[in-house]
């Protein structure tokens, strides 16, 4: 289960929740512009837009958990079980394996506009990256400086939807969940007003009413609504601290405590890492579980015009900065 986000004060930010039970050795990779990928079905990239994201690299490939290019495109990809179909191989369409889109699209589409025309055309082959290493049922969260979409593989074939609150989750599918959000159309954050009867007296017995209704629980539907209530209701400077400082706030309305979620025997769901890039200056800013302190790793620190991925371990022991 994961959450994703855009997010815009002066800079433009993206970033996600990775919600999982286990963590594989992913972390934090650079990708050059002159690092030659390789897809099954499709034409190599040998020259391509750099790119930054959380990967799992393995034989040399850089498995995109999410992503942002030099160009300012953002993607993130959740779990979608049970929804995500992938298909034979199709005539006519670009058929990309779901685990090379991330870099496939990154290197070559600057806007969501280009992706959206590149998407048109495609169809998510079925077909794993190892027999050791089965395809992710997933959907996707592309977003620019300007806009955003949602992209779902299905049964019935490949759907694009402008998602105009920015926000991601898992199940059910994107049309649901902003259906689903019109249940909440009457949530303020303003002070709780009596609309239950006039002729009844209520007065709010608190401070700190607002929002009353927001879900509270961690399923995706209540994690999407609080996302975009929390993010679209968002007060912020413009300054960088600020706005990450907000951006990891909002992501940490959704955050998920080991023990709150059980998927099997002694398995929790948690908060592997929460991340935060600002588009427009490619650096790329994260917390794991076991460290709730700001790292962070600049794109343009790197040689992109190299032939090698960079990549950065995530920080994962908790890290306390001590002021006497």
Known sequence: ??????????????????????????RITITPRNYPLHFRELP???????????????DGYPLYYDGV???????AGLNFPGNADYKPRQAGKHNVCPYEFIPWLLGQCATVQEARKLLERTSFLNVPFRADLPLAPLHWLIADR??????ESMAGGLNIYDNPV??????????????YLENFINLTRGPATNRFCASLTFQPYCNGMGAMGLPG?????????????????SV???????????????????????????????KYMTTLYTSC????????????YGNSQISGVDMYQENLEGTELVSYPLIRELQIRMQN
């Open 44 to 58: 190599d990239l040998d020259h391509h837009y750099a790119m930054i994201g959380v990967a799992f690299v393995v």
């Open 69 to 75: 290019n030099e160009k300012g495109l953002g993607v």
């Open 1 to 26: 289960m994961c959450t994703a986000v855009t997010y815009h004060t002066r800079s433009h930010y993206f970033g996600r929740t990775l919600d999982l039970e286990y963590a594989y050795d992913e």
């Open 166 to 179: 920015g926000v991601l989750t898992n199940n059910p599918p994107f049309d649901f969940h902003m259906l």
């Open 217 to 233: 629980d961690l399923s995706s539907p209540s994690r999407f609504v609080k996302a975009a209530f929390t993010k679209l209701n």
């Open 146 to 151: 300007d806009s955003a979409i949602t992209v």
């Open 236 to 266: 912020c400077g413009n300054s960088e601290a600020e706005s990450v400082s907000q951006f990891f706030h909002i992501l940490g309305s959704v955050t998920q405590q080991r023990g709150c979620v059980q998927v099997g025997e002694d």
């Open 277 to 288: 890039c600002n588009m427009d200056t490619g650096v790329y800013y994260y917390t794991t």
